[in-house]
Every structure is written in C-alpha cells, then in structure tokens.
C-alpha cells in the first residue's frame, strides 16, 4: 500500500511539473539565397536584341512569395530567364 501511494504521489508530482514548464516550439529556416533582381530587357541599355543575344544566357530561377531566387523550393513556380554576360 505504501509503494503504490508514493508511485501515485511521484507520478502526480511529475505531471504537475511537466504542466508547468513552458512549451518547446520548433523554428525551421529555409535559406534561398540572395533574391535575384528581375528587369525587363532595354534595347537603350542592352543594344539591339539581333545583334547582341550572343551575350545572353539563360538561367533557371524561382519565384516564391513575389520574390525570384536561384534555388528551388516546395511550391516554387520555376521561371526561365536570360541574363546578361559582361565581357564577352
């Protein structure tokens, strides 16, 4: 009778404490990258598409939540984008 009224005392005791501390939460951090800027093509800053698309190339980037970025994500929408290769 005296072991079951201590376990019952120790278990009571224990569940009091667990209620008592402060809950753990979780944060979980996705790093993307750095957000890549968008643009629109400009014949005045680029030149003549027909002459100068040998100086593009295409790359692969993903837009999430309004923002472009160079690695992929869950729900990512994937985008295909030519860029600019200086000094060729």
């Keep these: 009778m005296r072991f079951?009224?201590?376990l019952a005392l120790a278990t009571?005791?224990?569940t009091?404490?667990?209620d008592c501390a402060p809950a753990q939460q979780i944060?979980?951090?996705i790093t993307l990258g750095p957000p890549r800027v968008?643009?629109?093509y400009e014949a005045e800053d680029y030149g003549p598409w027909r002459t100068s698309y040998m100086r593009w190339e295409p790359v692969r980037l993903y837009f999430v939540?309004?923002?472009y970025y160079e690695r992929p994500a869950r729900g990512?929408?994937?985008v295909s984008y030519a860029t600019w290769r200086f000094g060729t």
């Design 4 to 6: 079951i009224r201590t």
């Design 12 to 14: 009571l005791a224990i």
């Design 16 to 18: 009091f404490v667990a």
């Design 27 to 29: 944060g979980l951090s």
């Design 38 to 40: 968008v643009t629109v």
């Design 65 to 67: 939540d309004g923002v």
């Design 76 to 78: 990512a929408r994937v």
